[in-house]
């Protein structure tokens, strides 16, 4: 039987839609919220308000470039959490709607598990037992995958997010939200033994990444006062200086997890997944440790409702079904 659905992520400042048809995705559409860029982080009601706007144009847009008619829809999908409760509403009561008119079931999905899904959606895919670190703004975590249904995090962070760091660092050096992208570029032209900044050392497969975030502010604060064009003067060598020391302190987790698991199928997901010194460092390292490595396609790191729509293709296989009193969850357990 063909399954045809169709997905909403709504969770944070991305407004997507996408169909997928029997586990193939046949289009994946994506509104990028430009408004946030400004103030330096997303603004919750600004986001909930460019989502009311962006859903139905995206869900429409969506459906034409997969050539699907809603008739032939056999589920709706969306993000229930976690994320924020006003971005996440949008999106949940636009499915129970349209789940209602045109009497088809509802299909929930968690946002960090669909990141991890992601991987399904190209190949080559992981084979289970696979470790992801999935890395966003909002999470940093270290899972065990054993089934598309069958996820456990053994690791992480206590407090900030890497993604979370990497955007904290960006504002205080003055480049708009968000900024992750942005270090990554200057990085690249910059030299990453230029400033070192004293590691975070937390027991475990747990990360921690405020200590790092307050280090770099002080850091910056004391060069100021010496040299009031201090981050003008070396701006893509703090950048390389700040990003090689938070890749390192996930690499640093990832290895200790290989080794704790002896599982060597390691796979990146999530927004900072598309860190170019993550990714070579990874590739150098994987060969170095044999391990095989996957990394999703750079439109499928950040957010989209590619990977909902495939996290809610291996649920509706199951009959894992959502009903109408299914709530948006913003701190949605894992
Ligand atoms: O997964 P995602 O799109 O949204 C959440 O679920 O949070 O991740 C967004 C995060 C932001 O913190 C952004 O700065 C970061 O991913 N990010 C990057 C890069 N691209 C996105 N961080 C570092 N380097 C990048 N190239
Ligand atoms: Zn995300």
């Known amino acids: 039987m063909n399954s045809v659905i169709l997905a909403i992520e709504s969770s944070c400042d991305e407004t997507s839609a996408a169909v997928v048809v029997s586990g193939k995705i046949l289009s994946n559409v994506i509104a990028t919220q430009k408004v946030h860029e400004k103030f330096g982080g997303v603004v919750p009601e600004l986001a909930s308000r460019a989502h009311q706007k962006n859903i139905i144009p995206v869900v429409q847009q969506a ?32 499915a129970k709607g349209f789940a209602l008119a045109r009497g088809i079931p509802l299909v929930s999905v968690h946002h960090m598990k669909a990141h991890i899904l992601s991987h399904f959606i190209n190949d080559p895919k992981p084979a289970f037992p696979f470790l992801c670190l999935t890395v966003s703004g909002g999470h940093t975590q270290i899972v065990v995958v054993r089934d598309y249904l069958d996820m456990e995090v053994i690791g992480e962070t206590l407090d900030d997010a890497v993604g979370e760091a990497f955007d904290k660092a960006a504002k205080l050096l003055g480049l708009p939200y968000p900024g992750g992208p942005m270090i990554d570029k200057h990085a690249q032209k910059g030299n990453a033994e230029s400033f070192t900044f004293p590691k975070t050392k937390v027991p475990g497969l747990n990360f921690s990444f405020s200590g790092i975030k307050t280090a770099f502010l002080y850091f ?48 990146i997901a999530g927004g900072v997944s598309a860190n170019s010194e993550l990714q ?9 440790k044999g ?28 009959q894992r079904l959502a009903d109408m009193d299914t709530p948006a969850l913003p701190r949605m357990k894992f």
Not at 233 to 241: H, L, P
Not at 280 to 288: H, R
Not at 291 to 318: G, Q, R, S, V
């Open 291 to 318: 391990w095989n490595l996957y990394i999703p396609k750079i439109e499928y790191c950040t957010d989209n409702a590619a990977m909902i729509a495939m996290a809610a293709h291996f649920k509706f296989i199951k």
């Open 280 to 288: 070579i460092s990874l590739q150098q390292l994987a060969t170095k």
């Open 63 to 94: 459906l034409n470039e997969a050539g699907v008619r809603k008739d032939r829809l056999s589920a709706i999908a969306f993000t229930q959490g976690p994320g924020l409760l006003g971005s996440l509403l949008v999106g949940v009561t636009f």
């Open 220 to 267: 910056l604060r004391n060069n100021k006062t010496a040299n009031a064009n201090f981050i003008e003067e070396n701006f893509d060598d703090i950048c390389a200086s700040i990003q090689h020391i938070l890749v390192q302190m996930l690499l640093d987790k990832l290895k200790l997890a290989a080794k704790q698991t002896g599982i060597n199928e390691i796979a």
